[in-house]
């Protein structure tokens, strides 16, 4: 069974900090995303990283592919309190099929 | 373009009642997803479906749940009879088949309370 570790599972912070949210496994994946979700909604595909060491960027957030592909991170730059929600990441396994094994989420509130 | 659509968005029932969740992909979509999502579990992958045929539904809880998918554009969960804890978010996304990355597109939810 392919588990994702995210952390931390909470994050409270002040506007125009910066974070990192984590997203760690001992498996590989063939893919990984993120997704985020905000109360009320389902999750929203943010990006989808696929190449070892790969670096994407979203505006203010940057995320990265481990170069194992066992793992990722997000980063976030001057955090809005329009970044609140769950934070989720979902592995693609190699010999998974279609299923996505996601992490449990990071919730980050963004103070004003 | 519209995204994934499910009804009904809340559903408040009594133990032991049948409860049937509905679900429309987005049109071209090869692959459909039922998830279950809680406090406690986190997000649970319950089926999925490829070109309307089940292919793992290995995260279904027990008999009491089931899933069609008669056409391209439809799909039921239907729970028979429904438990207090079956209380959950209930999740429908879709997929394109676009090589081996599975980019899901999820619909809003619906509610699920069992009294």
């Known amino acids: 069974t392919q588990l994702l570790e995210q952390s931390p599972q909470f994050l409270s912070i002040q506007e125009g900090e910066n974070l990192t949210v984590y997203c760690n496994s001992s498996?590989?994946?063939?893919?990984l995303q993120w997704y985020r979700q905000e109360p009320g909604e389902g999750p929203v595909l943010l990006v989808t990283?696929?190449?070892?060491?790969e670096v994407k960027k979203l505006k203010r957030l940057t995320f990265q592919f481990g170069d194992a592909r066992k793992d990722s991170s997000l980063h976030i730059t001057a955090a809005q309190p329009g970044d609140t929600g769950l934070y989720l990441c979902?592995?693609?396994?190699?010999?998974?099929?279609?299923?996505?094994?996601f992490g449990e989420g990071t919730q980050l509130t963004v103070n004003p | 373009d519209a995204g994934v659509i499910q009804s009904p968005r809340h559903e408040v029932t009594e133990m032991g009642q049948e409860v049937t969740l509905r679900c429309k992909p987005i049109s071209g979509h090869d692959y459909l997803f039922w998830y279950r999502q809680t406090m406690m579990r986190g997000l649970e992958l319950l089926i999925y479906?490829?070109?309307?045929?089940?292919?793992?539904d290995s995260g279904m809880p027990e008999d009491r749940f089931s899933a069609k998918m008669p056409n391209a554009s439809f799909s039921t969960l239907k729970i028979q009879p429904s438990e207090p804890r079956d209380s959950a978010v209930y999740f429908c996304?879709?997929?394109?088949?676009?090589?081996?990355?599975?980019?899901?597109?999820f619909g809003p939810g619906t509610r699920l309370t069992v009294t």
């Open positions: 990283v696929v190449t070892g060491g």
């Open positions: 979902a592995g693609a396994g190699e010999t998974s099929g279609s299923r996505l094994t």
């Open positions: 479906f490829n070109n309307n045929v089940p292919i793992d």
């Open positions: 498996s590989v994946f063939s893919s």
């Open positions: 996304a879709s997929s394109p088949h676009s090589g081996g990355v599975r980019e899901q597109y």
